[in-house]
């Protein structure tokens, strides 16, 4: 009896250790109830790679996207790949006008000229780089859309998924990187709606600070009229 006492003891123990080791981190850990920016550190022990440049329809720049050398995952067929170990030289993908990967930073070169400039001085994860090829059709303004990681908003002390994705925009060359979303809150989706020629998107706040984002939070709708000299946002409340 004590034996099948302590077998059924060690399983309830082993179910709740497996169930502890399966929670999620939380996406925001609050320091004293305080919502301050965590900036996170820079691994200057990884090698950065440039993919080979990309050039969006209809436009006058080439962009390179720059991120960790990747020594983990297979290469793919596209890719030069060292033959003692498994190394990818390949750190984005590129349709649709989309960019895809996780990126520490996009570089810009106007063509016909040597200078290269960079997106951003500042640690970030860009995860997409979408250039409205649509809006630049009807208006002729070039501008590309990312989502991306901008603070170490759980506090491990590095930027990947596990924190608050952000949405931000600039011009085709990378000039005027701006931030649309509003701190701490975590962007949920955005399309364009060509007949307003306006950029709207939903985001989440974790209003009730538990770290986490749930159906007890705030959700936010904001619009950005792209025609508008000022690339300012608005919130409406179609709720």
């Not at 995952?73 to 989309?98: C, G, P, R």
């Not at 590095?158 to 949405?167: F, G, P």
């Not at 990187?177 to 989440?204: G, P």
Request: hydrophobic share 35%; aromatic share 10%; with cysteine.
């Amino acid at each position: 009896m004590k034996y099948i006492l302590s077998i059924a003891s060690l399983s309830l123990v082993l179910l709740f250790t497996s169930c502890k080791e399966e929670v999620e981190k939380p996406k925001v850990i609050y320091e004293n109830s305080a919502k301050s920016k965590v900036k996170a550190r820079v691994d200057t022990s990884q090698i950065k790679i440039a993919d080979l440049p990309i050039n969006m329809e209809g436009t006058n720049y080439l962009i390179f996207p720059i991120a960790d050398l990747n020594i983990r995952s297979k290469a793919s067929k596209y890719s030069s790949v060292s033959s003692d170990s498994d190394i990818s030289f390949t750190v984005s993908n590129y349709n649709d006008f989309q960019i895809t990967g996780y990126l520490q930073n996009l570089k810009f070169q106007e063509i016909g000229r040597d200078t290269i400039t960079s997106l951003t001085d500042k640690p970030v994860l860009i995860q997409t780089a979408t250039y409205l090829k649509s809006v630049s059709d009807k208006t002729k303004q070039q501008f590309l859309v990312y989502t991306l990681a901008d603070m170490d908003t759980n506090k491990d002390g590095k930027l990947d998924t596990n924190d608050i994705k952000s949405l931000y925009i600039s011009e085709i060359s990378g000039n005027k990187f701006i931030k649309l979303s509003a701190d701490f809150q975590e962007l949920l989706d955005w399309n364009i709606i060509e007949a307003t020629n306006k950029l709207y998107f939903r985001t989440i706040e974790d209003s009730n600070k538990n770290g986490e984002f749930d159906k007890k939070d705030v959700v936010h709708y904001h619009y950005l009229d792209l025609q508008s000299k000022e690339l300012k946002t608005n919130e409406y409340l179609p709720i």
